[in-house]
């Protein structure tokens, strides 16, 4: 038994593109202890919602993080509009189920990469990101930005997309559902990747569920879980799997993500054949809010919880987001407990830890 | 000192830290150096050390827990060196201003070169700031005349 150090991982870290700080205790090259210190990109966010108004904050609300950006101001809006007792118009249902399934497979090309970098598999980090700017490219196209889009608010949704953009959307699916195949034969079938990563850091279905994993990271310790299947927006026009895996381990998480884009190219094909022809997007906001509500919706990284309380006046009383990345940081730090330091960024990036929406 | 310098326009190394972004920024830096937009063709390649960086681009604001880190890696990294801020975010504090945790851009703590507006920045607008910067890293220190 060797003697205790103490190695400090981030702030800032070549494999992490946000920061996180860990402390690790080892014991030769064991890690003994994982204790996280957190508040690097806390910005207190929530509390905005006193300055800004229910409209405004839309926007506030997409910037919680760039990488589900659509999702958290759809999140919000979903909440909003239950309490304003707004209904949707269908095709704005649908338009935000298309965006959202997008976001997905660009959320989880992302990390993909940023998993080949972090076991040194440069070019199939360059890979990775190449086709995810094809999808960057059909928001561009559908909405008028990469990453941030601005296009969801309350009551609908700000941009069509006409027959002419949807066709274009399946046909670039189409092509990055070929190319996709490809690369997962590597990620699956490649002997060094599946040496760095199947064994590691198991996660056991007991564990996941106790600690309260959500999304890819339970489904991959053979939770069935899926927050989609709860029924909010166009999901339950459309027909999709909920993919899981028994191992538990960084590889089962790998595969669970693959499929998963998989899945979200299927979902986005049927709304496009499905998607209704009428041309009401958004209905207006009339009144303000009075009341509260959970909206909960299932991001590329697990389920996020949106809590908003308004008092019928501009400004909202409270706004709270849960988010997946915060629900999965136990069951991270569990399986940091025993394993290699070498494995460690591995581990780390396996959750998708997205920083800024668990500090916010 | 004058074809020093030629070399590290030709070979900047960046280092990429992330204040308290909200990550659109970040994702869009990482975009830059993979094969779309290629930040690597004018010889830039990311390097998670601070010793080893001419080129610093941080994006988001700063606040009470990373101030000291902002300032540590900006003391790190060796002469010549310049500052990229990317977003509205470190260069004001953007959307999050009013955030009780935020206090403002970049700038409040260390001299920036170059800011990069946008919300998020895009990678041409990132890519002209990163060569705007380079400029001024090579005007910086080529020997004054006089001297
Ligand atoms: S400028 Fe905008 S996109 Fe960039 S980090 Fe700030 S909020 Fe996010």
Request: aromatic share 12%; proline share 8%; glycine share 8%.
């Given at each position: 038994m060797g003697k205790r150090t103490i190695v400090p991982f981030g702030p800032q870290h070549p494999v992490l593109p946000e920061p996180i700080h860990l402390d690790l205790a080892l014991e030769d090259e064991t890690v003994i202890e994982a204790i996280p210190s957190i508040g690097f990109v806390h910005r207190g966010l929530e509390k905005l919602v006193e300055k800004k108004d229910f409209q405004e904050y839309t926007y506030v609300a997409e910037r919680i993080?760039?990488?589900?950006s659509f999702m958290h101001g759809m999140g919000y809006c979903m909440a909003v509009e239950n309490i304003m007792s707004l209904t949707v118009p269908d095709r704005a249902e649908f338009l935000r189920t298309i965006w959202a399934e997008l976001s997905r497979i660009h959320s989880h090309l992302l990390w993909l990469g940023l998993l080949a970098d972090s076991i040194g598999f440069e070019s199939l980090f360059m890979h990775c990101w190449r086709m995810r700017e094809q999808i960057l490219d059909l928001f561009d196209m559908t909405t008028g930005g990469r990453v941030i889009f601005s296009v969801c608010k309350i009551g609908g949704v700000r941009k069509d997309i006409d027959e002419e953009k949807l066709k274009r959307i399946v046909d670039v699916l189409n092509n990055i559902e070929d190319e996709l195949r490809s690369l997962t034969s590597v990620f699956l079938e490649e002997q060094s990747i599946k040496g760095r990563l199947s064994g590691v850091g198991v996660l056991s279905q007991a564990d996941a569920f106790g600690l309260g994993a959500v999304g890819p990271m339970a489904r991959a310790s053979g939770i069935v879980t899926d927050t989609r299947t709860l029924g909010?927006?166009?999901?339950?026009?459309v027909k999709f799997n909920i993919i899981t895996a028994q191992e538990g381990d960084c590889f089962a998480r790998t595969k669970v993500r693959i499929e998963e884009i998989f899945e979200a190219i299927s979902i986005i094909r049927q709304c496009a054949a499905l998607?209704?022809?009428?041309?009401?997007?958004a209905e207006p906001v009339k009144g303000l809010p009075k009341g509260e509500y959970f909206a909960r919706l299932e991001q590329p990284r697990g389920e996020v919880i949106y809590y908003v309380k308004a008092?019928?006046?501009?400004?909202?009383?409270r706004m709270r987001v849960r988010t997946p990345t915060f629900a999965n940081l136990p069951a991270l730090l569990q399986t940091l407990k025993g394993s290699e330091l070498a494995d460690v960024p591995v581990l780390v990036l396996t959750i998708d830890p997205c920083i800024s929406c668990t500090e916010r | 000192m004058v074809f020093k310098m030629k070399f590290i326009k030709k070979s900047p190394w960046i280092l990429h830290y992330d204040g308290s972004s909200c990550n659109g920024c970040d994702i869009e830096v990482l975009a830059c150096l993979t094969p779309l937009y290629d930040i690597e063709r004018f010889g830039a390649i990311n390097t998670g050390n601070p010793k080893h960086a001419d080129l610093l681009l941080i994006t988001g604001s700063v606040n009470e827990q990373n101030i000291s880190v902002v300032k540590q890696l900006y003391e790190q990294m060796p002469n010549p060196k310049a500052v990229v801020a990317i977003g509205v975010c470190a260069a004001t504090g953007g959307i999050f201003k009013d955030c009780y945790n935020v206090q403002g851009g970049v700038g409040e703590v260390i001299p920036v070169d170059i800011y990069v507006p946008g919300c998020a920045a895009r990678p041409e607008a990132i890519i002209e700031g990163v060569v705007l910067a380079l400029n001024k890293l090579e005007r910086r220190k080529s020997p004054r005349k006089d001297a």
């Open positions: 993080c760039g990488i589900c909010y927006s166009a999901y339950p026009h998607i209704p022809s009428d041309t009401l997007i008092n019928g006046t501009k400004f909202l009383d | -």
